[in-house]
């Protein structure tokens, strides 16, 4: 028989078979989102030579369920950045209260700082990795299109595990399979960027706009376009 | 025997609702040696008069760097300066790595002057012993800053704390409309002649006591720092003697002219 | 005062037998000194104002702001010891953001005084701490339009009154004032049958309040202005709010002052609901006003305003 303390008070493993002590378990191990439920899907953005042209369309899916059709995927900052965001729609909102906490704490003194697109894509990349480094992701792509401290057109990108990436076109979603390589016929590299005009920016995103209408079956003909540049930023319905 | 019973802790009012502690702290402010503060339209320096405890010790560091866009000046208890300086490292090194800009100085000064208010009114803390001036450059340009153990801090054009810093205010406020447009030279030149002021009879500004502490507007591109550089020992040589010949010159009743090239 | 060297007011949290917290009352004192803060309560929106006294001629002018904003609505400024207003406000930013994580929505002017009140006033009710050496004016507009709950991405339903009761008014312009006692007042309501009641829930506090050294003379200027009828414009009350500071400080006239506004207006106001600085030129506007009015004051006779004299 065993008399070590650890047996005491329990069935004889000679007699009953080894103890699982699994059953003792009261919790089950702690899980943490492991799959977007209401979703948005793409978001596009083309720099062009002062700015950046950024859209979303406007719906929240529920599965293969058109669930939400009004719902705006583009987050104006401050007037010098506008985020699109992508993934898990009760953690774009998250996002969005995060980032108004954040606007009304700059805010606080009138002494002229504020956040530009590229401190804002450096915070929120930080978010993103901390949560995914605690296991615990905010299930989103975001694009962060704006001005950065030279005011010079910023466009990045970061997703759920606090990846980054920066290039004069990005697509978040099925837009990263069927936008993105028309979109790189305007710009397929930085030094192309000078020479985009504004109207040729607006006219490509709209372009795959209509495209990932036709292919992605999770998309919606109205969208929310935005072009910021040095003069401010503003969001359309479209 | 106390000078009366409402000192013993800052927790305790005054009849008259002063805080003798926080009072007697100022006091250890001005035990410090003296430092001078002054900022222009592109550039801020802290100059600093060290002590050496002995013959044969080294001197008080006065000035710390903290990031490559701004330093302090201390006067009074250097320990508690460096528990200042090294919140303010981590809180600089935390602005640069969650939003990747160089932190706002007014936001850095609330920062420690709230955490030294906390010390101002719970029982079982002091408050800090030490005054720092807070100097450097961010995006809305040049500041200096005051720091006093009440927890306040105040924005400045020019400053001087410690030791019979009287003298160093005096040439400070009458020298006032000269500091906007001072070039970097001058305004090292006007720190060095204003801590000059309050030394005593018997003293006088060697390489090995002077520090002074620069930032700036670089020159070239609109927003690019002049990275915060601490000049020490030899290096304060060339600045000394600049500031001293103009002084010269200007005491020889010629209006101080050029002032002497002085390449950093 | 007859009670000093007794020993009751050498801790804080200590009743004398006369029912009294000495600590309170001194802290009172370092506020009776501090600059003379003013707030009116317009019938568009909230005019708070400062005399900060030039300590030195070495302060950068137009710089160390005594007005801080709280969220986006609200403002707050105080009289006493400068580090304690700093932490009141830091609390107050506090309560501000913890209510948008629990209601997401900004926090009513009320609600935050009663908040406020309540945090000042546990700083009386132990010997570990000191009271706070501030009186703090709270000064906000609560929207009155339909603000929707924060992270909102949609519009809704596009018909019925989604649980809403139509044409139901709410929001407005709201001013505290709230003392190292921790107490604060709230505006009392004279019903139809004439019994007071005090209804936090519609309280809007002070029409005009007034603190710091001057606040004497403050009072009695602002009770000539009928606040109480409620036709004062914001606009109107900014100049009012300049001339009183400028009022104030004729009794400690050697000394340099600064003046410093900030305002508050409703959503299709000037500052759509939101606390700001109030604009340079309408600042130089309304001094050069106060100016005026002291000069003619003094022209009429020179006589202070009958009956109200500095105590101390």
């Known amino acids: 028989m065993n008399h070590l303390p650890q047996a005491w008070g329990r069935p004889r493993d000679d007699v009953y078979g080894p103890y699982d002590a699994s059953y003792l378990q009261s919790r089950l191990p702690q899980a943490h989102t492991q799959s977007p439920i209401v979703t948005g899907t793409s978001v596009l953005a083309v720099k062009f030579k002062d700015g950046v042209v950024i859209a979303a369309d406007n719906l929240a899916s529920y599965g293969s369920l058109a669930r939400f059709t009004d719902v705006k995927r583009l987050r104006p900052f401050n007037s010098k950045s506008i985020v699109g965001i992508g993934g898990d729609v009760s953690d774009m909102q998250y996002l969005d209260r995060l980032l108004n906490s954040l606007d009304v704490t700059e805010n606080y003194s009138s002494t002229g700082h504020s956040l530009n697109a590229k401190n804002l894509h450096t915070y929120l990349s930080k978010v993103m990795y901390k949560r995914r480094s605690d296991i615990n992701p905010l299930w989103n792509q975001m694009l962060v299109a704006g001005l950065d401290g030279n005011d010079e057109p910023f466009l990045s990108s970061v997703d759920l595990l606090g990846t980054t990436f920066s290039s004069p076109t990005l697509a978040t979603g099925f837009g990263a399979h069927l936008a993105q390589p028309l979109l790189r016929k305007v710009a397929d590299d930085e030094s192309k960027v000078a020479d985009v005009t504004r109207e040729r920016a607006v006219e490509a995103v709209k372009e795959c706009m209509k495209v990932l209408f036709y292919r992605d079956a999770r998309s919606l003909d109205r969208y929310s376009i935005a072009v910021v540049t040095k003069e401010g930023g503003g969001v359309e319905g479209g | 025997m106390f000078r009366n019973n409402y000192d013993n802790d800052s927790v305790t009012f005054s009849p008259q609702g002063r805080i003798f502690q926080v009072e007697y702290a100022s006091e250890a402010v001005k035990q410090g040696s003296v430092v001078v503060g002054i900022v222009s339209k592109t550039h801020t320096v802290l100059v600093a008069l060290k002590r050496n405890a002995e013959e044969l010790s080294s001197y008080q560091k006065k000035v710390i760097g903290i990031d490559e866009h701004f330093g302090i000046a201390l006067a009074g208890l250097a320990s508690d300066a460096r528990v200042l300086s090294n919140f303010m490292k981590q809180q600089a090194l935390a602005s640069k790595m969650t939003y990747g800009r160089p932190i706002p100085l007014e936001r850095i000064v609330t920062q420690i002057g709230d955490r030294a208010q906390t010390s101002t009114q719970v029982y079982g803390k002091r408050p800090y012993g030490v005054g720092l001036?807070?100097?450097?450059?961010?995006?809305?340009?040049?500041?200096?800053?005051?720091?006093?153990?009440?927890?306040?801090?105040?924005?400045?054009?020019?400053?001087?704390?410690?030791?019979?810093?009287?003298?160093?205010?005096?040439?400070?406020?009458?020298?006032?409309?000269?500091?906007?447009?001072?070039?970097?030279?001058?305004?090292?030149?006007?720190?060095?002649?204003?801590?000059?002021?309050?030394?005593?009879?018997?003293?006088?500004?060697?390489?090995?006591?002077?520090?002074?502490?620069?930032?700036?507007?670089?020159?070239?591109?609109?927003?690019?720092?002049?990275?915060?550089?601490?000049?020490?020992?030899?290096?304060?040589?060339?600045?000394?003697?600049?500031?001293?010949?103009?002084?010269?010159?200007?005491?020889?009743?010629?209006?101080?002219?050029?002032?002497?090239?002085?390449?950093? | 005062m007859t009670s000093i060297g007794t020993g009751y007011d050498l801790q804080n949290s200590v009743f004398s037998p006369d029912g009294r917290n000495f600590q309170v009352e001194y802290a009172v004192k370092a506020v009776e000194n501090g600059g003379t803060c003013v707030g009116i309560r317009c019938k568009d929106g909230v005019v708070l104002a400062v005399e900060k006294i030039i300590t030195s001629k070495l302060l950068k002018p137009g710089a160390n702001k005594k007005i801080a904003t709280v969220d986006r609505n609200v403002g707050i400024v105080s009289s006493g010891i400068i580090p304690d207003g700093r932490h009141f406000v830091s609390r107050a930013r506090d309560e501000a953001a913890s209510w948008r994580s629990t209601y997401k929505a900004p926090i009513p002017l009320a609600a935050l005084a009663g908040r406020l009140g309540g945090y000042v006033q546990a700083y009386t009710l132990y010997s570990s701490v000191r009271p706070f050496g501030v009186t703090a004016i709270v000064g906000g507009w609560d929207s009155e339009g339909e603000l929707g709950v924060d992270g909102q991405v949609g519009s809704g339903p596009s018909v019925g009154t989604g649980g809403k009761k139509p044409g139901a008014k709410a929001g407005g312009p709201a001013l505290y004032m709230i003392e190292p006692s921790g107490s604060y007042w709230v505006s009392l309501l004279i019903t139809r049958d004439g019994i007071h009641k005090t209804d936090k829930a519609h309280s809007k506090g002070y029409y005009g309040a007034a603190t710091g050294k001057g606040r004497q003379t403050a009072k009695s200027e602002l009770e000539k202005l009928d606040l109480a009828s409620g036709n004062l414009s914001l606009e109107a009350g900014v100049k009012e709010a300049a001339r009183i500071i400028y009022v104030a400080h004729e009794d400690s006239k050697d000394k340099e002052f600064e003046l410093e506004m900030s305002w508050i207006s409703s959503m299709d106001g000037p500052t759509k609901g939101r606390h700001q600085e109030v604009p340079k030129d309408m600042l130089e506007e309304a001094e050069k006003l106060a100016k005026k009015a002291l000069e003619g004051e003094d022209e009429e006779e020179t006589t202070a305003p009958e009956g109200e004299t500095m105590e101390e």
């Open chain 2, 133 to 264: 001036l807070i100097a450097g450059v961010d995006e809305t340009g040049p500041h200096l800053f005051e720091f006093q153990p009440s927890g306040m801090t105040q924005e400045m054009i020019a400053c001087a704390i410690g030791a019979r810093s009287q003298m160093a205010r005096t040439y400070l406020e009458r020298h006032l409309d000269e500091f906007a447009d001072a070039s970097r030279d001058e305004l090292i030149k006007h720190g060095l002649l204003a801590l000059k002021e309050s030394l005593s009879q018997d003293k006088e500004l060697t390489v090995d006591n002077a520090s002074v502490g620069v930032t700036g507007i670089a020159k070239d591109g609109k927003r690019k720092v002049e990275t915060f550089k601490l000049y020490d020992g030899s290096e304060v040589g060339p600045l000394l003697e600049a500031a001293l010949e103009s002084a010269e010159l200007a005491g020889g009743e010629a209006r101080e002219g050029e002032s002497m090239e002085v390449d950093s």
